[in-house]
């Protein structure tokens, strides 16, 4: 006889329903939806494995090498480990939930997920934040086994290891995951009721294995002049432009619109009241949300910080919301919240896929991946053209890594494409070998190049134009969504490479051969 499911076990399997639902969802879009540039160059990464990169750790560069592994180089193949990912991590919040509330929190936790925008469009993605919020979840639900665990017992070192591990994957993946330690520190050093673990080995054996999990991220910073720690403390501690006030207030009107606006003030009470809650397992949880959130909002009094950054913060902050116990005004509240977001994701989803909101393309967040193809089949044109005509090969790529690694992703040759960072900033192309170390004298080069000014002569052409015999401005390919021109590149043609190259900026120290 089949045992009818509980109202509990239903519970459950709802909300395992719901996160499923969802990361389907996902799927069909990451299918639909063209890659922007930094997922392009993410998967450039993926053609480079290594132990680093210079702008992030090597998480999303292996989730994309093994999703392409499966279903090839695709939009989805790119993307598809990006959306179990997020499907991880939302199955270890429902169960971190459980936890803290019950089977009625498990599910709330599920929709509140599921109707964030942050979770609908970012774990679509493929960027380091998929593994990351994948790798905070799991570190979190496998810590809250350990401070339920006796102190200092074996199930609760074992639990405290599974933290590390944990936190160790989450520091291959993006390097502010080292505020998750942080703020599991000032919760045990801060909270009397938590103080009692510092003097069992289990949070020293967790960060132990942590370090280890992330000593070939430090051993390639070490290998190649730091530099990926430099550029991102650069990149988040620097010196910003605009007033500090519009740069906080840039940074929570971000929140609003990837959390929802009824849900963010949600979270926010819920975690300010868990703070001073006697429970110590809800204390270690806030403080997570807290540290992070505030981190953040620290950093942007000095340089503009992204919205993402703080997407870690919203994991520990759903589960404490969805074990609140709930007034029915409260819980009122939580479906307006859900049913906000639930809108805000629809409406974004037909906006990538047919234009409904006054947007122009240039300005659609959803449009960045749009065009591109058109760029690289012209790319290719000019340079079968030119090969016909010298005799000589002819290599592609552009001035900055958005042109070069699009080029080689939309060609179905997957040619390699080189960024020359003449003008643009430092990035990954600058530790592969590029066009003088590939070429030959005589080896042509097409270029396309964003358009800085009105010159005749792009300023990347004028700094080239001594190493090459001839350049020939090919004309401008327009990047369209649908019919309507997002923007814009020149094309340039370089004839008959002289061997010699313009001195370029260093951006690491090389070691000494």
């Avoid at 942050?118 to 979840?137: F, K, M, R």
């Avoid at 519009?246 to 926010?268: D, H, K, N, T």
């Amino acid at each position: 006889m089949t045992e009818v499911p509980s109202h509990r076990n239903r519970a459950v399997l709802g909300a395992i329903a719901v996160i499923t639902l969802a990361a389907v969802a996902r799927a069909v879009f990451a299918t639909i939806i063209t890659l922007p540039p930094d997922e392009t160059y993410y998967w450039e990464w993926s053609r480079h494995l290594a132990a680093g990169y210079f702008d992030h750790p090597p998480a999303i560069a292996l989730f994309i090498h093994a999703g392409t592994i499966m279903l090839g180089v695709t939009p989805l193949g790119v993307r598809i480990t990006s959306v179990l990912a997020g499907w991880g991590a939302a199955l270890c919040l429902v169960f971190l939930a459980r936890r803290l509330g019950g089977d009625r929190a498990a599910l709330v936790a599920a929709i509140a997920m599921s109707c964030m925008p942050l979770a609908a469009a970012g774990l679509i993605l493929a960027t380091p934040d998929a593994p990351l919020l994948c790798a905070v979840a799991l570190t979190l639900l496998a810590m809250d086994h350990a401070l339920a665990a006796p102190p200092g017992g074996w199930r609760s070192c074992a639990w405290w290891l599974a933290a590390g591990a944990a936190l160790g994957l989450a520091l291959i993946s993006k390097y502010n995951a080292v505020l998750l330690p942080l703020a599991a520190l000032i919760a045990l050093a801060g909270a009397p009721s938590l103080r009692r673990q510092l003097r069992t080995p289990g949070p020293y054996a967790a960060a132990v294995l942590a370090l280890l999990i992330f000593t070939p991220v430090v051993l390639w910073n070490a290998h190649n002049g730091w530099a990926s720690f430099r550029f991102q403390l650069a990149h988040g501690l620097g010196d910003g432009h605009g007033s500090h006030l519009s740069r906080e207030a840039s940074l929570i009107g971000g929140q609003l619109a990837l959390v929802s606006p009824i849900l963010f003030i949600m979270l926010a009470v819920t975690v300010v009241q868990a703070v001073r809650a006697r429970d110590p397992r809800r204390v270690m949880l806030a403080s997570v949300a807290a540290t992070i959130f505030v981190f953040f909002c620290v950093s942007a009094w000095r340089r503009p910080a992204e919205a993402n950054w703080q997407a870690p913060a919203y994991i520990p902050a759903i589960a404490l919301l969805a074990a609140r116990p709930a007034s029915r005004t409260w819980r009122r509240w939580l479906i307006a919240a859900c049913a906000l977001g639930a809108l805000m994701i629809l409406v974004m989803y037909i906006q990538a896929v047919v234009p409904v909101l006054p947007l122009s393309a240039n300005d659609d967040p959803t449009a960045r991946g749009t065009g591109w193809d058109s760029l690289a089949v012209a790319v290719q044109r000019v340079a079968a053209d030119e090969s016909a005509r010298s005799g000589a090969h002819t290599w592609l790529g552009g001035d900055r890594y958005q042109e070069a690694s699009e080029i080689g992703f939309h060609l179905p040759s997957h040619p390699e494409s080189f960024a020359l960072n003449i003008s643009g900033r430092p990035n990954q192309y600058d530790f592969w070998p590029s066009f003088p170390d590939r070429a030959r004298p005589g080896d042509g080069l097409v270029l396309a190049l964003e358009v800085q000014s009105a010159d005749t002569l792009d300023a990347v052409i004028r700094q080239l134009l001594p190493y090459f015999a001839s350049a020939r401005y090919v004309g401008v390919v327009e990047l369209r969504r649908g019919t309507e021109v997002r923007t814009t590149r020149r094309v340039w043609a370089l004839r008959g490479w002289r061997g010699t190259w313009p001195r370029g900026r260093q951006v690491y120290d090389a070691p000494e051969p």
